[in-house]
């Protein structure tokens, strides 16, 4: 049990000094390493993760798309900006 609490501790000390370094890529890779040896680490990320960003973007660029000459801003977690199916991605998907 103090090895399961300090290897918890470590984990949670190095994603908040990623997060707080700014440093996406390092936090997004530590959370990916402990997440994949949890057995339902696809299906958490998919409906976390990739659901949710193809939702948020149809919503962005449904707003844009309609409205173009606004001004918009966005609240969107960290999270959603790494990988292969990020928002950003997306979105320069749909132009």
Known sequence: MKS?????????EKSINSY????????????MSYMKDNQFYDQ???????QRNEKMTETIH???S???N??????????HFWGEN????L?????
């Not at 399961?4 to 949670?12: A, C, E, G, S, V």
């Not at 958490?44 to 990739?50: G, K, P, R």
């Not at 990020?86 to 991605?89: G, Q």
């Open 4 to 12: 399961t609490k300090l290897q918890n501790r470590d984990f949670i």
């Open 20 to 31: 707080l370094q700014g440093d996406l890529d390092r936090l997004m890779s530590h959370l």
């Open 44 to 50: 958490l990320l998919d409906q976390l993760i990739d």
């Open 62 to 64: 449904s707003l844009v």
């Open 66 to 68: 309609k409205n173009p």
């Open 70 to 79: 606004e001004n918009y801003f966005f609240a969107i977690g960290a999270g």
């Open 86 to 89: 990020s928002i950003n991605a």
């Open 91 to 95: 979105l320069q998907e749909k132009g």
